[in-house]
C-alpha cells in the first residue's frame, strides 16, 4: 500500500502548542523533568485534590502524589474515611520543578508564570471531571485555582468558598504536616486536613 497513514493528531489544523501534556513547552520546566505529571482518578470524582507539583519520585513514577507526600495523603483519607480511589488527584504544575542539593533533586516552588502556563492543562482536567468540591492542598495549589497570586492559606484554611462552579476548600499541604517542627503542631497541622477532608466531603450533600 502507499497510503500515508495521518495520525489524528496530525490532522488537526495547525497548533501552536502540543494538545499531548508529555511534550507541553508552555513554559520551560519540561527540560528539567523526567516526564510530565497528569492526574490521576476516577473520570467524574466528585472531589479533586490540587496538589502543587510532582516531586521527586512522582516525576519518576509518571503518577501524581505517590512518594512521601501521597502516603500522608493516604493517611488524611483514611482518617477523614474517605476512600482515596473516589478522589481525583491532581497537581497545579505538570513537570517537576527542582535544584540539585548533592545527590538529591531539591523541590522548588514554582512561580506565578509557570502556574499560569499550566492552567491550560488543569483547565482541561475540570472540564472533563466536573469536580463539586476542589480541595487546595497549600498555598500554591490555592493561587493557581483561584487564579490569583492575591490569596493566602492563612486566610482561607477551613472556609469553603464558591468559584466558577466548585466549592473550593483550602488545607495545607501534606509536605507541610511532613516537615513542620513539633509532634503537636504536627497532629495540628494533620487534623487540619482531615477536618479540611471531611468538610470537602459534607459540601457533597
Ligand atoms: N507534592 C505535590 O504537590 N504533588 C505531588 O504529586 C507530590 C508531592
Known amino acids: 500500500g502507499t497510503t500515508i497513514p495521518i495520525a489524528p493528531e496530525d490532522a488537526q489544523p495547525e497548533r501552536q502548542q502540543p494538545s499531548k501534556l508529555d511534550e507541553c513547552r508552555?513554559?520551560?520546566l519540561w527540560q528539567f523533568a523526567t516526564q510530565a505529571v497528569g492526574g490521576e482518578g476516577p473520570r467524574r470524582a466528585k472531589i479533586m485534590f490540587v496538589g502543587e507539583q510532582p516531586g521527586?519520585?512522582?516525576d519518576l513514577a509518571g503518577q501524581p502524589f505517590v512518594g512521601p507526600a501521597g502516603k500522608l495523603l493516604d493517611r488524611v483519607c483514611?482518617?477523614?474515611?474517605?476512600?482515596?480511589?473516589?478522589?481525583?488527584?491532581?497537581?497545579a504544575?505538570?513537570?517537576?520543578k527542582w535544584e540539585p542539593r548533592g545527590k538529591r533533586r531539591l523541590h522548588k516552588t514554582p512561580v506565578q508564570r509557570e502556574i499560569e502556563a499550566c492552567h491550560y492543562w488543569l483547565d482541561k482536567e475540570l472540564a472533563s471531571v466536573k469536580p463539586t468540591v476542589i480541595v487546595a492542598l497549600g498555598a500554591t495549589a490555592l493561587k493557581s485555582v483561584l487564579r490569583t497570586a492575591n490569596v493566602t492559606l492563612k486566610n482561607s484554611l477551613g472556609k469553603p468558598l464558591r468559584h466558577e462552579g466548585h466549592w473550593v476548600v483550602t488545607t495545607y499541604h501534606p509536605s507541610y504536616v511532613l516537615r513542620v517542627p513539633g509532634?503537636?503542631?504536627?497532629r495540628e497541622a494533620f487534623n487540619t486536613m482531615v477536618e479540611g477532608l471531611k468538610l470537602a466531603h459534607e459540601l457533597l450533600e
Open 26 to 28: 508552555r513554559c520551560e
Open 183 to 186: 509532634e503537636e503542631a504536627k
Open 93 to 96: 504544575v505538570k513537570h517537576f
Open 56 to 58: 521527586d519520585q512522582e
Open 78 to 91: 483514611e482518617a477523614a474515611g474517605v476512600d482515596r480511589d473516589t478522589i481525583y488527584v491532581t497537581n
